[in-house]
T-cell receptor, first 109, second 119 residues
Framework: SQQGEEDPQALSIQEGENATMNCSYK?????LQWYRQNSGRGLVHLIL?????REKHSGRLRVTLDTSKKSSSLLITASRAADTASYFC?????????FGKGTRLSVIA | EPEVTQTPSHQVTQMGQEVILRCVPI?????FYWYRQILGQKVEFLVS????????KSEIFDDQFSVERPDGSNFTLKIRSTKLEDSAMYFC?????????????????FGSGTQLSVL
């Protein structure tokens, strides 16, 4: 399985701090994607990084990809209370997107 | 902004009954998916659909499950004889607007889900 596995499972930080979440996967990929899920809602696509890219930015989000280690990280800078949610990575190869269990981020105001 | 809509938001059914979960994907998307999530657990792939046929399915998607795109807008998931372990949140998703070289499994748009409770 090329399932993404996020680490840590839960993260609690103060507003204004940076949050870093990590993801590992098992097989070769075409791209890796990060999604966000607010409690009881559907997933929202945040960012996609292709296998030939090493880093990508989108607003306060920064994603890195290390294909040699089969790992990715998502950094949220200057966190806000509204960033409180679960964050999932999903790796995509020649098979459907497979999600991990996610990191539950709590940003305390 | 266009969105994926799912109905109903909650469905309670008795074990052994048939349920149909309905979805209206984003209108110009080409790829359609069903995922499910048991409370607090990972999001699990069920099936993907492209060009009016199933393109991929997981081991969960056994012969009790079926999908249909009966017209140009709806995409349904049917469970013929529900089991207790089918209780989960079911998410529909779509992706791949035409004309942009869109590939499957990139930038999925998810609906808000149907919470299925099998009693």
């Amino acid at each position: 399985s090329q399932q993404g596995e996020e680490d840590p499972q839960a993260l609690s930080i103060q507003e204004g701090e940076n949050a870093t979440m990590n993801c590992s996967y098992k097989t070769s990929i075409n791209n890796l994607q990060w999604y966000r899920q607010n409690s009881g809602r559907g997933l929202v696509h945040l960012i996609l990084i292709r296998s030939n890219e090493r880093e990508k930015h989108s607003g306060r989000l920064r994603v890195t990809l290390d294909t040699s280690k089969k790992s990715s990280s998502l950094l949220i800078t200057a966190s806000r209370a509204a960033d409180t949610a679960s964050y999932f990575c999903a790796s995509a190869g020649n098979t459907p997107l497979v999600f991990g269990k996610g990191t539950r981020l709590s940003v305390i105001a | 902004e266009p969105e994926v809509t799912q109905t109903p938001s909650h469905q309670v059914t008795q074990m052994g009954q048939e349920v149909i979960l309905r979805c209206v994907p984003i209108s110009n998307h080409l790829y359609f998916y069903w995922y499910r999530q048991i409370l607090g657990q990972k999001v699990e792939f069920l099936v993907s659909f492209y060009n009016n046929e199933i393109s991929e399915k997981s081991e969960i998607f056994d012969d009790q499950f079926s999908v249909e795109r009966p017209d140009g807008s709806n995409f349904t998931l049917k469970i013929r004889s529900t089991k207790l372990e089918d209780s989960a949140m079911y998410f529909c998703a779509s992706s791949g607007p035409p004309g942009q070289g869109a590939l499957a499994n990139e930038k999925l748009f998810f609906g808000s889900g149907t919470q299925l409770s099998v009693l």
